[in-house]
């Protein structure tokens, strides 16, 4: 007789017992097995949601279930009193948790998750001896999982989750952010709060190995939503809502590097408002990772009194202009701990108290700089990892109460977003190979509940293949990134006029990957600074398509890059597209990632298309191939559209007496909260918002613009909307009353 399969135990034991619990509500449960000794476990299933269950499996300690231990990551502790506890050798069962089914037997250890209408979702088989679990692969792509790694479904790889620069193939693939969140477009997700591991996506059934073969204490989040979106509301259930960004932060960043004096750090500034490039901050290296930073050494915050000699006055001049300053910091500590509300006792300052670190920012914090980019960190544990995004968080509260907070990081982990945490990819080379892999990269950062990423545009270390296509190609990706900021070795050619000066900027390292200063020949090239305009230009004009959508994501978990499975759910080969994304709900971008590229393959979910520069509709439901230039990359909007754009501005919160314009693709019946604040404070939390409802409805040819409930005007109290419709343009000025038109 051969011997039985484990689908084959489990449907044998889901039949003999699974008519006990089924359907039951009420208190919870206790069923128990073998008695508890300190070799045992005991388990417990929990509610979190109607859409998600969890699963924690404890030692036994002195006769008593051991806790899960505390890290920060976790939006809250518990989620209310477990609907089952079973100790070891539990007799098999079916326990109701949610609207989901749980078939549970203890030999072998096995959790069978089911939804109300009998369809299976996931089978758990954990084998503690081993210090694995393993769960069914199933034939849809699997994604998530942080940032870096490989990509873009993750079957068929294997992933050690180390953090930081040591992962994965930095060069192409950038840091790593390893997040235990993993969804499969089959309908199911899986987190896991505890322990670290390896994951192993190589077979049919997928394994997770314990870092140390320790399995327990296990704690494990299963989630079936109904839908996409519903996994990431899951998501942020658990770990938390993003906090909005202050609206500058979505404008375009400069980070510089080696400096040279005073008068080149004010030049660049100038050069910006003179020539009419759109830009919001200003970063600045420190010294230690560059010859000549803001800083006299790395992990020090003293000015370098060579290039800020008075940096109270410069950063006065560079506010009067309109730009934010943003200081690079390090930390020095492999651990974290503690609250910047804590006392830091300065007779024994210990800078792995969060508020003793923080308290070194401080006087520099006050002489105005905006916010910090917080370095390194790639041996911080999870718990010091994430003091860490809390204290750059909460710390510039402290003195600023009422203004948002900036930080770009580099390491991260689950949580991070609810301290508004920004992310870049880290120490990437300048490849194409890079840029491509960075697109599935930031579709699966997204998905993992970190809607604030960015990479170094061009690329941080230069290699050969660094020339003006590619430095272009990166700029047009990183529009559509929610930070957009260039950085990288021979910094003068990440500045937009950078490639028609003839000067790379200086040689800071020799013998770094394969060289890179390009030739001379290229650096008289004009047509950078006029194809990075027209993208800057571009960005600030979707500026109020993106703060909503960043607002978007503070009440709903959905990041402003998306997924198209995230739209289309129903259509595998949308689900499986890695080289492409959605920005909000309407815009499809295919950034061009090839070397030479005169057309893009673009796939269109089903429906009606409309090509953003040409306004030509195209059918979706397969490939097209859209003919490129250098100047462009294929932008599509989905017909049932509203796409508001505002005026070109030179700087996110400039006055400009120009109208809204809002353009309707139509097809189908549409509609959009356009949100606006002050941009900087924390006064929506009192109301100070508006929210622009705003519904198109297709048959009838009529636009209705409402103010959303709860919402009122701001600023001046009147809006000035063009409307746009074809060549139709309806001037439209908009008061708070209900407004509608037909087009």
């Known amino acids: 007789m051969s011997k039985a399969s484990r689908r084959q135990v489990l449907k044998y034991a889901v039949g003999c017992v699974g008519f006990l619990l089924e359907g039951r509500g009420g208190p919870a449960l206790s069923f128990t097995g073998e008695p508890a000794t300190d070799r045992g476990f005991e388990v417990r299933l929990s509610t979190v949601s109607a859409h998600t269950c969890r ?36 007799k098999a069962q079916t326990i109701r948790c949610g609207s989901l089914s749980i078939a549970a037997s203890s030999g072998p250890l096995l959790f069978a998750f089911r939804k109300a209408d009998g369809r299976r979702i996931q089978e758990l088989t954990i084998d503690n001896t081993a210090g694995t679990f393993s769960f069914d692969s199933g034939d849809s792509p699997l994604l998530g999982l942080g940032e870096g790694g490989p990509q873009f479904d993750r079957r068929g790889s294997t992933d050690g989750m180390l953090s930081g620069q040591r992962g994965y193939e930095l060069a192409t693939h950038g840091a790593r952010v390893p997040i235990p969140w993993i969804i499969s477009t089959d309908g199911w997700a899986l987190f896991v709060n505890q322990p670290s591991g390896t994951f192993d996506f190589t077979g049919p059934y997928s394994r997770f190995r314990a870092i140390d073969g320790k399995l327990f204490p296990l704690d494990l989040f299963i989630v079936a939503a109904e839908s996409p979106a519903g996994f990431l509301s899951e998501y942020a259930r658990l770990t938390g809502l993003p906090e909005m960004l202050p609206r500058w932060a979505l404008g375009y960043q400069q980070s510089h590097r080696t400096l040279a004096s005073r008068e080149e750090i004010l030049e660049i500034a100038k050069t910006f408002r003179e020539k009419k490039l759109p830009c919001d901050a200003l970063i600045y290296l ?61 007779a024994r300052f210990d800078e792995q108290e969060v508020a003793c670190y923080w308290d070194a920012h401080r006087k520099d914090f006050s002489l105005g700089v905006d916010g ?29 109460p009422n203004l948002r907070p900036y930080a770009l990081h580099r390491n991260g982990f689950a949580g991070m977003q609810r301290y508004a945490s920004i992310l870049w990819s880290g120490d990437v080379d300048s490849r194409w190979e890079t840029l491509k892999t960075h697109v599935p990269i930031a579709i699966n950062t997204a998905l993992t509940g970190i809607p604030y990423w960015g990479t170094d545009i061009g690329g941080f270390v230069p290699t050969s293949e660094l020339t003006a296509e590619l430095y272009l190609r990166w700029f047009q990706f990183g529009a559509f990134n929610p930070l957009f900021r260039s950085h990288g070795r021979t910094w003068k050619l990440r500045l937009p006029w950078g490639w028609n000066t003839g000067d790379p900027g200086p040689v800071e390292i020799r013998g770094y990957a394969d060289g890179g200063t390009p030739d001379a020949s290229q650096l008289h090239n004009p047509q950078v600074e006029i194809i990075c305009k027209k ?12 703060y909503s959508l960043v607002h978007e994501s503070t009440k709903t978990g959905m990041p402003p890059l998306r997924s ?21 709900p309407s ?25 953003f520069w040409t306004g030509e509709a195209v059918e979706g439901g397969g490939e097209v191939t859209r003919k490129v230039d250098l100047e462009t990359t294929p932008l599509y909007v989905r017909a049932g559209s509203i796409l508001p754009l505002g005026p070109v501005k030179q700087y996110a919160e400039e006055k400009v ?87």
């Not at 499996?57 to 989620?79: D, F, H, M």
């Not at 815009?587 to 090509?611: C, I, M, Q």
């Not at 809006?719 to 509608?740: C, K, Q, W, Y």
């Open 535 to 546: 993208y800057l230009e571009l960005r600030y004009r979707l500026l109020p398509y993106l």
């Open 55 to 90: 699963l924690s499996i404890l030692p036994i300690e002195e006769g008593r279930a051991t806790g899960i231990p505390w890290n920060g990551v976790l939006l809250q502790k518990s989620w209310g009193a477990p609907v089952a506890k079973l100790a070891m050798n539990f």
């Open 587 to 611: 815009l499809l971008v295919a950034p061009v990632v090839e070397k030479g590229a005169t057309s893009r393959n673009v796939y269109l979910p089903h429906g009606t298309w409309f090509d």
């Open 372 to 400: 910090w980019w917080p370095d390194e960190g790639d041996s911080l544990d999870v718990a010091s990892t994430v003091a860490r995004h809390r204290m750059y968080w909460e710390g510039p509260q402290m003195d600023r």
């Open 657 to 743: 007496d120009e109208p809204l314009f809002l353009s309707i693709y139509p097809g189908a019946d549409a509609s959009f909260l356009l949100y606006d604040d002050d941009g900087v404070s924390f006064n929506f939390r009192q109301g100070e918002w508006m929210g622009l409802q705003i519904n198109w409805e297709d048959a009838r040819r009529a636009l209705r613009l409402q103010l959303a409930r709860g919402s009122r005007m701001v600023g001046a109290g009147k809006l000035r909307i063009m409307a746009t419709l074809h060549n139709t343009l309806r001037p439209i000025t908009f008061d708070g009353s209900p407004v509608e038109l037909k087009l």
């Open 564 to 584: 198209l499975w995230l739209h289309y759910p129903e259509d595998p080969k949308a689900a499986a597209r890695g080289d492409e994304f959605l920005w909000g």
């Open 286 to 346: 420190g010294t230690g990772f560059c010859p000549s930073g803001w800083n006299t050494a790395n992990g020090s915050f003293a000015w370098n009194d060579h290039v800020f000699p008075d940096p109270q006055e410069i950063l006065d001049r560079f506010h009067s202009e309109h730009f934010h300053v943003v200081l690079h910091s390090v930390i020095l500590t492999d651990k974290l701990h503690g609250t910047v509300k804590d006392a830091c006792q300065l």
